[in-house]
Structure formats: C-alpha cells, structure tokens
C-alpha cells in the first residue's frame, strides 16, 4: 500500500522569506501523482501544485514550486517570499495512475506558521 | 461562485441520534467524495460516488452510510453518532477518475460535534 510522510508536523517562517516542506512517499508504481493541499484555518481546502511522476521538470505556481526527486521518493514544497495568507495546514497526497477509482492518499499534514 | 456546499457548517447532535450531512456542487462534477478529518490529522475517505457507483472504503465503519439522488447532491448519513464520530466532515468532486491528474475541488466542511 502506498504512504505518505510528512516529517515536519510544524514549521514556522518569517514573513517575505521562503521555507520547504518536506514530503517522502512509498509506492512500487512507476507512474502516479503527486499533490500539496493547502488548508486555512476554518477554510475550506485548495490544491497548490501537483506533479505528474513521468514528468522530469519541477512543478511550479508562482511562488510555490516543488522538488521532485523521483528516485529517493521525495516531493518537497517550497515557498517562497512567504505571506502571511500562506499560514495553514499543508497535505502532501498520493495518487496512483491507473485505471479506475483510485483515491487521494494524504500525509498527516505540516502546521506553517508566518511570522510578521 | 461556490463550487462545493456543505450544509450545514456546524452540527450538534446526541449520542445515539442520526444525523445526516449534505453536499451540493455546480461543477457537474462525476465524481463525489466523503472524508472524515479529526483534530490535526490528515483527511480519511470514507466513500465516494462514481456516477451511481457507490465505492464504499473497507475500513468505513457500517454506521456511515450515503446517498447520491442526483449528479448535485450527496448526503452522508450517520445512523448512530458517537463520541468517536465527532469531525471535520469534508466533501469532494472530481469530473473523472480515470483522469487521474483530475484535481478534487473540496468543500468548506461541516463540524461535527456529538454530545
């Protein structure tokens, strides 16, 4: 079955400078999808970026790109000139490329808090 | 503009007592989803439509139930709420699983809470 860790259940950042979060993930597929979910506080979810797994060019949103590291399994996030809108919960998810209904598997989020 | 509804935003309900939480969306989406999130954990699904096809996860427990009368709306049942029950309830759509790229647009949520 496949995982997703996030190993940084709290980060904190100064406002207007970047910080990473980092996402590792187990899974025998070769092709898949990758997802960072950005949930406010008492607002509801929005996807941030995804990534295809075939692709070997970096995922990238206007200050939010990630590092993709297809052979070490790692799918890392990256903020940069951080605003204080960018406070929230942050969901590495998983899915698998196949046919069907595959779901979303989540990490058990990282907690970003900006400093003024 | 809103995409996802979910009514209502907050729910109280007893020990014991059936609760039922809706979800409506605009974007024609085929595909519905239902999560449960507790306090600082990561989305768990429960179920999701594909069209009128129900897939029901195996550890959902038999307490949860839903219905999708419609391509707009979903409704999550909870026969008999307990203590352990109380959550985030989020809903989702996605237009196709077998696009699998195919983004989830999520609801606000409906809290939870059992009395």
């Known amino acids: 079955a496949q995982t997703v860790t996030q190993s940084q259940p709290e980060m904190s950042v100064q406002e207007a400078e970047t910080v990473t979060l980092s996402c590792t993930y187990d899974?025998?597929?070769?092709?898949?999808?990758l997802f960072w979910y950005k949930q406010p506080p008492s607002r509801q979810m929005i996807l941030v970026i995804r990534q295809e797994a075939y692709k070997q060019q970096n995922a990238t949103e206007n200050r939010f790109s990630v590092n993709f590291q297809k052979a070490a399994k790692s799918f890392s996030l990256k903020i940069s000139d951080s605003q204080l809108g960018d406070a929230a919960m942050y969901f590495c998810a998983y899915r698998t490329d196949n046919s069907g209904n595959t779901p979303l598997v989540f990490g058990k989020g990282t907690r970003l808090s900006v400093i003024a | 503009d809103a995409m996802v509804i979910q009514n209502p935003r907050y729910q109280v309900t007893q020990f014991g007592k059936p609760v039922t939480l809706s979800c409506s969306q605009t974007?024609?989406?085929?595909?519905m989803y239902w999560y449960q999130q507790k306090s600082s954990q990561a989305p768990k699904l429960l179920f999701h439509?594909?069209?009128?096809?129900?897939?029901n996860e195996a550890d959902t427990p038999d307490n949860f139930q839903s219905r999708r009368p419609n391509t707009s709306f979903c409704f999550l049942d909870i026969r008999s709420p307990g203590l352990g029950d109380a959550a985030m309830y989020l809903c989702?759509?996605?237009?196709?699983?077998?696009?699998?790229?195919?983004?989830?647009?999520f609801g606000p949520g409906t809290r939870l809470l059992v009395l």
């Open positions: 974007l024609n989406h085929n595909v």
């Open positions: 439509y594909y069209d009128k096809d129900f897939n």
């Open positions: 989702a759509t996605s237009r196709d699983p077998g696009q699998t790229q195919e983004t989830q647009y």
């Open positions: 899974t025998s597929e070769s092709d898949y999808y």
